[in-house]
């Protein structure tokens, strides 16, 4: 019925979904519900009635009895009700055998909606590699997340021969067509009388390819395909 600001949930410790905050009042423009009345049972929250009396025991965001000005509430497309849990210090319903959609759907003391701590980014990208595809639900940053970093450190594991093997070769590729010009051009003059003079867009052709050619060889000499790579 109420929500102290926007905050993300993990539904059925399968996926994340965001709730809005919701005001008590419509005089409470700039103030969320954490204000009177308190509430220690569901069965008094007015508009919900028996609806959310008949829920698990579980699904109540308070713990020891105390009261509350408000719990999340989320409707799902089926029309059944969650309530936020408070998971502090259990295992057990954060565990996805336990609660997840699939049972959810049999049984629903078996599902679960609760408040998700966004872990931090650092964290985040260490166990990118040390979980490789494998992201909880609670410690998602968005939906989907196992198969995203998958397939960035695909992308981050074919970069290394490309980088190694393909631009080198690609290099040498230029080098090698640039010396098959020089050599053409070579030969032309060769075939030419002894007193032909090479015209200027020659000679300014031939000196710009000698300052150029890439950083393989420096623009003379053989391709070093090992410089190159590393």
């Not at 390819?209 to 890439?214: L, N, P, V």
Request: net charge negative; aromatic share 8%; with cysteine.
């Amino acid at each position: 019925w109420t929500t102290n600001w926007d905050a993300t949930y993990v539904l059925n410790n399968n996926g994340i979904v965001s709730i809005p905050q919701v005001y008590c009042l419509p005089d409470l423009s700039n103030l969320p519900c954490w204000t009177p009345p308190y509430h220690l049972e569901r069965d008094t929250i007015p508009g919900y009635g028996p609806r959310l009396a008949e829920l698990p025991e579980h699904q109540w965001c308070m713990l020891d009895g105390v009261a509350t000005a408000g719990c999340a509430v989320m409707e799902m497309a089926s029309g059944r009700l969650l309530v936020e849990s408070n998971v502090f210090g259990s295992k057990e319903l954060i565990d996805p055998l336990q609660y997840n959609t699939t049972l959810c759907d049999q049984d629903p003391t078996k599902c679960i909606l609760f408040k998700q701590v966004p872990p931090s980014l650092l964290d985040s990208l260490i166990k990118m590699f040390m979980n490789i595809g494998t992201v909880p639900a609670y410690d998602q940053l968005v939906s989907g997340q196992g198969g995203l970093q998958s397939n960035l450190i695909l992308v981050a594991v074919l970069s290394v021969p490309v980088m190694l093997v393909a631009k080198p070769y690609l290099m040498k590729w230029k080098h090698q067509k640039l010396d098959a010009q020089k050599a053409e051009r070579a030969a032309v003059r060769a075939r030419a009388s002894s007193g032909h003079t090479p015209m200027k867009d020659e000679d300014e052709h031939e000196e710009e390819e000698g300052h150029g050619g890439g950083h393989g060889g420096h623009g003379h000499g053989e391709f070093d395909f090992g410089e190159e790579m590393v």
